[in-house]
Nanobody, 127 residues
């Protein structure tokens, strides 16, 4: 099993930036895709971004495209989410997720396609 721990959340004003980090430990070898999801109060958890092992297949939700950047460092078993031009509607708990069974040609974007999850980190954007 893979353990995931997120960090970097906090309170920021609209238009500001935050960088989230996710550290993978345990049986991290063989992870094909890592992703970020988020869940706002009263809403379902939603996909934000995913990146494959070689970092050559990256997908973003339309709501964050052009503002967020996902990256990973396999040597350190880390994945990052750089969030710029933050909006109040970006406020949510952000979760890191990982899977070993993602397809290169159809990157996983659904919750049930990931089998390891972190505890989440709160991001609050004030207007």
């Amino acid at each position: 099993q893979v353990q995931l721990v997120e960090s970097g959340g906090g309170l920021v004003q609209a238009g500001g930036s935050l960088r989230l980090s996710c550290a993978a430990s345990g049986r991290a070898f063989g992870i094909s895709h890592m992703a970020w999801f988020r869940q706002a109060p009263g809403k379902e958890r939603e996909f934000v971004a995913t990146i494959n092992w070689r970092s050559d297949t990256i997908y973003y939700a339309d709501s964050v495209k052009g503002r967020f950047t996902i990256s990973r460092d396999n040597a350190k078993n880390m994945v990052y989410l750089q969030m710029n031009s933050l909006k109040p509607e970006d406020s949510a708990v952000y979760y890191c997720a990982a899977t070993r069974s993602g397809s290169y040609y159809r990157p996983p974007k659904k919750e049930d396609e990931y089998d390891s999850w972190g505890q989440g980190t709160q991001v609050t954007v004030s207007s």
